[in-house]
């Protein structure tokens, strides 16, 4: 299976990312965390996403905040799917960083989940390698399953308290 690479703008983002790599753990997906600034280590960030492919790793996840460039950053430099979490950082509360990341010019896409929404990258990342993995699409067929059973309960128990 192809690798996941979880790259954070600042040791700061890792409470966010957490849900993130949690996710990648329980599904058995490999993955590498790293902190690479976009505009303090701006080479770093370069040379791992042109790197990635021949790495092993199949898609690429970058959470920041503020003015959040990583992930678009991290798209130039490679043609791997780069998903962007924007984190709720500054006084705008995340808005600067979800127009940082979804505002990228033709050509150079970037995936974006909510501000904050580290599990929703972990699960499009899991999605993503699950097109080429029987094995793990197998296992997100099973947490749907899994949810639908389990919002139906919860309906259940609401019908039964309302009797």
């Not at 979880?6 to 957490?18: A, R, W």
């Not at 959470?63 to 798209?75: D, P, R, S, V």
């Not at 970037?110 to 929404?117: H, L, Q, R, S």
């Given at each position: 299976m192809k690798k996941a690479?979880?790259?954070?703008?600042?040791?700061?983002d890792l409470k966010q990312v957490q849900p993130c790599l949690d996710l990648l753990e329980q599904l058995g997906i490999p993955f590498e965390a790293h902190v690479y600034s976009a505009h303090r280590t701006p080479a770093a960030a370069a040379a791992f996403a042109a790197k990635a492919r021949e790495n092993g790793f199949g898609v690429m996840i970058a959470a920041a905040g503020k003015a959040a460039h990583l992930a678009g950053a991290i798209a130039a430099g490679t043609c791997l799917p780069v998903i962007g979490i924007p984190i709720k950082?500054?006084?705008l509360e995340g808005i600067d960083a979800l127009l940082s990341t979804v505002q990228m010019p033709s050509g150079i896409p970037v995936a974006a989940v909510a501000i904050d929404g580290a599990?929703?990258?972990g699960m499009l990342a899991a999605q993503i390698l699950s097109l080429e993995d029987e094995e793990l699409a197998e296992k997100l067929i099973a947490m749907r399953k899994q949810m639908e059973e389990d919002v139906l309960k919860k309906d259940c128990e609401l019908q039964e308290k309302l009797k």
């Amino acid at each position: 299976m192809k690798k996941a690479a979880v790259i954070m703008g600042s040791i700061n983002d890792l409470k966010q990312v957490q849900p993130c790599l949690d996710l990648l753990e329980q599904l058995g997906i490999p993955f590498e965390a790293h902190v690479y600034s976009a505009h303090r280590t701006p080479a770093a960030a370069a040379a791992f996403a042109a790197k990635a492919r021949e790495n092993g790793f199949g898609v690429m996840i970058a959470a920041a905040g503020k003015a959040a460039h990583l992930a678009g950053a991290i798209a130039a430099g490679t043609c791997l799917p780069v998903i962007g979490i924007p984190i709720k950082a500054s006084a705008l509360e995340g808005i600067d960083a979800l127009l940082s990341t979804v505002q990228m010019p033709s050509g150079i896409p970037v995936a974006a989940v909510a501000i904050d929404g580290a599990y929703n990258a972990g699960m499009l990342a899991a999605q993503i390698l699950s097109l080429e993995d029987e094995e793990l699409a197998e296992k997100l067929i099973a947490m749907r399953k899994q949810m639908e059973e389990d919002v139906l309960k919860k309906d259940c128990e609401l019908q039964e308290k309302l009797k």
